[in-house]
Every structure is written in structure tokens, then in C-alpha cells.
């Protein structure tokens, strides 16, 4: 009896290391991800792809 007692605390204790392992690591991914997307949109259009710069204000061609 003492042994199947002490068998289960120790699966339990695996499952919860595991449990917090796992919740860090979701964590971690998640972090990560925002950090990603905040890079991604604070970066400005590239010229090189052909798209106009939005952000900076051109002369307009000029007229005939």
C-alpha cells in the first residue's frame, strides 16, 4: 500500500514538472510571437518592392 502511495506522488510530481515545463514554454512561444509581429509591422515598406512610401510626404509630379 505504501508503495503504490509513494508510486503515484511521483507521477504526479513527473506530470506537474511537466505541466510547468509545458506552461513555460507556451509562454516563451508566445513572447516570441509578439515580438515577431511588433517587428514585422513597425518595419517600413521597402522601396525595392515597388509600393509607394505612405509614410514620407513627396512632391507631386508635375504638371503640363
Known sequence: MKATKSRLII???VVGACALL??????YQEQI????QRN???APASSASGAPD???SA???PQP
Not at 22 to 27: E, H, K, N, S, T
Not at 33 to 36: C, G, I, M
Request: net charge positive; proline share 9%.
Open 11 to 13: 507521477l504526479l510530481a
Open 22 to 27: 509545458y506552461a513555460g514554454w507556451r509562454y
Open 33 to 36: 510571437a509578439q515580438e515577431q
Open 40 to 42: 514585422f509591422f513597425a
Open 54 to 56: 505612405a509614410f514620407r
Open 59 to 61: 512632391a507631386p509630379p
